[in-house]
């Protein structure tokens, strides 16, 4: 069945960096965008970015530019994000999820369907 | 957020509720909306895109519209599973981002 599953729990200290992975399976990986949205303890949901897997293009939230950073390696249908110099205000969960289909240079937008079960990530000294 | 929600509605079983989202122009004004449902420790759950359209699995008894730069969802035969977060969301041209809205909580009285 079409699935992304995310990397484990993870515990760092301020001013270290993280890389959460997102490995999908059940579909044509390279058709769809891959968002990456977080949620810290009683807050919304928050869009960071997206990366198309198959023009590598990415685009991030402005607030996070020059912090994150997301890759993707296609033979392994795997996405990462990662987000350096990390501050107590980073801690949250951290979901992967699949976005618009994308075909011939557009994208059809069909929201988020598909999500991983979400990485903990907790920043403190 | 861009996108702007009631904080919480409520409801008793069998009601309908309504949940709004006021946006603006460069984002629900031109752009598709897509609603999640949240439950705290679980993976939001996709139940409305493109404004208005079902995902397969997700009941009749909801559904979403847009009007001008609002969209709204509606639950109807309200039940205590419905009990959750919900959050609106659409892609903002001026940000060239996807924006979600602050979120309504509901509560089955």
């Known amino acids: 069945q079409v699935q992304l599953v995310q990397s484990g729990a993870e515990v760092k200290k301020p001013g270290a960096s993280v890389k959460v992975s997102c490995k999908a399976s059940?579909?044509?990986?390279?058709?769809?965008?891959i968002y990456w949205v977080r949620q810290a303890a009683g807050q919304g949901l928050e869009w960071m970015g997206l990366?198309?897997?198959?023009?590598?293009?990415?685009a991030f939230v402005q607030k996070f530019q020059g912090r994150v950073t997301i890759t993707t390696d296609s033979s392994i249908n795997m996405t990462y994000m990662a987000l350096n110099t990390l501050r107590s205000d980073d801690t949250a969960v951290y979901y992967c999820?699949?976005?618009?289909?994308?075909?011939?240079?557009?994208?059809?937008?069909?929201?988020?369907?598909?999500w991983g079960q979400g990485t903990v990530v907790t920043v403190s000294s | 957020s861009v996108l702007t929600q009631p904080p919480s509605v409520s409801g008793t079983p069998g009601q309908r509720v309504t949940i709004s989202c006021s946006g603006s122009?460069?984002?629900?004004?031109?752009?598709?909306v897509s609603w999640y449902h949240h439950l705290p420790g679980t993976a939001p759950k996709l139940l409305i895109y493109?404004?208005?359209q079902r995902p397969s699995g997700v009941p009749d008894r909801v559904s979403g519209s847009k009007s001008g730069t609002s969209a709204s969802l509606a639950i109807s035969g309200l039940r205590s599973e419905d009990e959750a977060e919900y959050f609106c969301?659409?892609?903002?041209?001026?940000?060239?981002?996807?924006?979600f809205g602050t979120g309504t909580k509901v509560t089955v009285l």
């Open positions: 999820a699949r976005g618009p289909y994308c075909t011939g240079g557009r994208c059809y937008s069909r929201g988020l369907d598909v």
């Open positions: 059940g579909y044509t990986f390279r058709n769809y965008d």
């Open positions: 990366m198309n897997p198959d023009s590598g293009k990415v």
């Open positions: 122009s460069s984002n629900i004004g031109d752009n598709f």
């Open positions: 493109r404004n208005n």
């Open positions: 969301a659409s892609w903002d041209d001026t940000l060239s981002g996807y924006v």
